[in-house]
């Protein structure tokens, strides 16, 4: 499949950030009911399976209406609230399902250039969205109501795909861009950034980038830093050191080798960075050690990643009761 540069720049990103979905709750709410749920530290978002509902929060001017289709997501976790009324009145009787979960990228949310380019709410209408944005979000729903093996799985998996199709709506329907994303639409700052995605571990100057770019030293640090917030360089070195996350995984790589791979002379000053991006050194982000055979010929146990266990708790309540996964 052919892609455009946007698309390969953006593809480049989210592969290197490890984005990672959730299903948490599978909500069925009827009558009249009003649930307001308290900022947290991930992106969450809310499909409506069935039914419909309204949506409140501080990023919007006005509470927002939601038919089956249509998705919310809220890339900073800003409060909001979900209702069935956004005015006092008589009771509903629609009936509605939802699907609601969290999205995290690999190094959390802080500083993180992609849920930095985005604003604090994205509503996606299936109206407006397209046959495939529409097709997923039923396979979502028809997923939840299987009683199959591994659903939950199969959900998570779908829910990336979500991520991925919200913000490409959002690519084709903003009036206006910032940071990455705005980068990422600039003729001239793209061949840049694609250059620096591409070969994190070259030793990069200002005036090799403004070449890139076609520009000015002086014109691009200066078009750039208007872009993304931020310098050619202090760019880079966020962006190597997401890089590092993923080559940590890796056991057969020591911290020397993997400063060495991103263009750092000595295996200190890449400490130094890793430390000043990530507020921690590498070894609180190593992998589990490779599991080794006991006497009797088991396996140990291996630590493994898994979600934070205190990981905000999607729980809605309604006078129907709620369906969890």
Not at 77 to 101: I, Y
Not at 166 to 190: C, E, F, I, N, S
Not at 293 to 316: F, I, V
């Amino acid at each position: 499949m052919l892609e455009t540069p946007e698309d390969s720049a953006l593809d480049s990103v989210l592969n290197a950030y490890h984005l990672r979905a959730r299903i948490t709750d599978n909500p069925k709410l009827c009558g009249r009911w009003r649930e307001p749920e308290e900022a947290g530290p991930r992106a969450y978002f809310h499909l409506i399976d069935r039914g419909m509902c309204w949506f409140e929060a501080g990023c919007l001017d006005m509470p927002v209406r939601l038919a089956a289709g249509d998705l919310i997501l809220l890339p900073r976790g800003d409060a909001h609230v979900l209702t069935s009324e956004p005015e006092p009145g008589p009771a509903d009787a629609c009936f509605s399902t939802l699907l609601c979960g969290e999205f995290e990228f690999e190094g959390g949310t802080a500083g993180n250039p992609l849920l930095d380019a985005l604003p604090d709410c994205i509503v996606v209408h299936a109206a407006d969205a397209g046959d495939a944005f529409r097709r997923l979000a039923e396979l979502l729903g028809e997923e939840s109501r299987r009683p199959d093996f591994g659903k939950q799985a199969v959900m998570d998996k779908l829910a990336d795909a979500l991520f991925t199709m919200a913000v490409r709506h959002y690519l084709k329907t903003a009036p206006g861009r910032r940071g990455l994303l705005a980068g990422l639409a600039d003729g001239r700052l793209r061949p840049a950034l694609e250059a620096m995605h591409r070969d994190p571990g070259r030793d990069w100057s200002v005036a090799q980038l403004a070449g890139i770019a076609c520009l000015s030293r002086t014109a691009f640090a200066q078009r750039f830093s208007q872009a993304l917030g931020q310098s050619p360089i202090q760019y880079l070195t966020r962006w190597r050191m997401t890089i590092a996350l993923g080559l940590l995984r890796d056991p057969r790589l020591s911290v020397a080798a993997i400063a060495e791979q991103l263009g750092y002379q000595t295996e200190a000053a890449f400490r130094r960075s890793f430390k000043r991006v990530h507020g921690s050194g590498p070894g609180q982000f190593r992998a589990p050690a490779p599991r080794r055979l006991n006497r009797n010929g088991g396996a140990r146990p291996q630590a493994a990643l898994a979600w934070d266990s205190n990981a905000r708790d999607h729980s809605m309540n309604c006078s129907s009761g709620i369906a969890r996964l």
